[in-house]
């Protein structure tokens, strides 16, 4: 059963039609106060039915705003996963016996700051320091091989310095993740260690989007757990060192007697090849693209299957379409074990 909020002029034209069935003659409200009052009243009700509207989507928590969604989530044990800042570490250059101290701050090429975490001092010609990025964010993350500057200059050490990957880096979670979170965690109560028990603890930890576990797979005892970092990476594959943060997180909250194997899946592009596309149009050409990463996003999996009818279902459901021919792929896409279809090129020939 849905709120419905009456409109401020039906409002208005209640009370107006309340009051004039209580006078002997229309006439008498048109040329007093009456239609003065009939508005204050009815917008004094109109804001007492927002306030009931908005109440009643905090009622329950697959449509509650933001402070009431936080609370639902409390309440089983759940918080929203904070942004975290990205790090890893920078290798300098310069004299020998020449001391980075730990706080020393460099520059990105788009301005962002990182700071050392930890002190070195260069021998052979460089020193490898850990750092981490002064403002937590997904932007904090950065490819191997970036240049970062000196803020300021450090005796001895040359003024530009390479970087290693930055990972880790993770945007405060949306009420979007959060509720999706939320409802798998009323569907699927604790159980000591079951596959959603383990889906859950990983989709706790920061840019983690998709989980996949697979128990036994390495023999009995064992648990292999598949993630994804679809905000965090253009492909969505988490690097080693996301691995390795991840496998440290589940490691107090696995049961004892499990053996817990981390994993980033394989990446496989999927590309798509599409003839006598009608109409085709720029629009249209992005919409089936935007169709076709939902897809995968919801539906690829390590060792999973795409359905080519799927596909075929996300490319006529674009906006605009009304006619293709679906050339590439041609059949069902079947990824072998620990490999995932990812996002490739989308032809329109």
Same mark, same amino acid.
């Given at each position: 059963m849905t709120f419905t909020r009456p409109a401020l002029q039906d409002l208005i034209n209640r009370t107006r039609d309340d009051v004039v069935s209580r006078l002997p +003659? *229309?006439?008498?409200?048109?040329?007093?106060?009456?239609?003065v009052y009939a508005r204050v009243l009815a917008g004094a009700a109109h804001g007492l039915y927002g306030e009931l509207e908005w109440l009643s989507r905090q009622l329950i928590y697959d449509t509650a705003d933001t402070d009431f969604l936080e609370r639902w989530a409390s309440i089983w044990g759940l918080a929203r996963k904070t942004a975290t800042a990205a790090g890893g570490t920078v290798t300098f250059t310069g004299s020998n016996g020449a001391l980075i101290n730990s706080g020393t701050v460099l520059v990105a090429y788009d301005g962002r700051l990182y700071a050392t975490t930890a002190s070195g001092t260069i021998a052979s010609g460089t020193a490898v320091v850990a750092v981490a990025a002064v403002t937590a964010g997904l932007a904090g993350n950065r490819a191997t091989g970036q240049s970062f500057t000196l803020q300021s200059p450090v005796s001895g050490v040359n003024a530009t310095a390479t970087a290693g990957a930055?990972?880790? @880096?993770?945007?405060?979670?949306?009420?979007?993740?959060?509720?999706?979170? !939320?409802? !798998?965690?009323?569907? #699927?109560?604790?159980? @000591? @260690?079951?596959?959603?028990?383990?889906?859950?603890? &990983?989709? $706790?930890? *920061?840019?983690?989007?998709?989980?996949?576990? +697979?128990?036994?797979?390495?023999g009995a005892g064992t648990v292999s757990v598949f993630f994804m970092m679809d905000g965090t990476y253009v492909d969505g594959i988490p690097l080693s060192g996301d691995v390795?943060?991840? &496998?440290?997180? !589940?490691? *107090?909250?696995? /049961?004892?007697? &499990?053996?817990?194997?981390? !994993?980033? /899946?394989?990446?496989?592009?999927? #590309?798509?090849?599409? +003839?006598?596309?009608? /109409? #085709?149009t720029a629009a249209v050409q992005a919409a089936i693209t935007a169709e076709l990463k939902d897809l995968i996003l919801r539906e690829a999996s390590p060792g999973g299957t795409l359905?080519?009818?799927?596909?075929?279902?996300?490319?006529?459901?674009? $906006?605009g379409e009304v006619d293709h021919s679906l050339n590439v792929p041609s059949a069902n896409v079947v990824s072998t074990t620990g490999n995932i279809s990812t996002m490739g090129s989308v032809s329109f020939v």
């Open positions: +003659s *229309p006439e008498i409200l048109r040329r007093s106060d009456g239609e930055m990972t880790g @880096g993770a945007d405060l979670e949306t009420d979007d993740s959060l509720r999706s979170r !939320l409802l !798998l965690r009323i569907a #699927n109560p604790p159980q @000591g @260690g079951s596959k959603s028990d383990y889906q859950q603890w &990983a989709l $706790a930890f *920061p840019g983690v989007t998709r989980v996949w576990v +697979s128990p036994q797979a390495l390795t943060a991840l &496998a440290a997180y !589940l490691d *107090p909250l696995r /049961p004892v007697t &499990a053996s817990v194997t981390v !994993l980033a /899946p394989v990446a496989v592009p999927l #590309n798509f090849t599409i +003839s006598g596309l009608s /109409p #085709n359905l080519i009818s799927h596909i075929r279902e996300a490319i006529s459901t674009a $906006a």
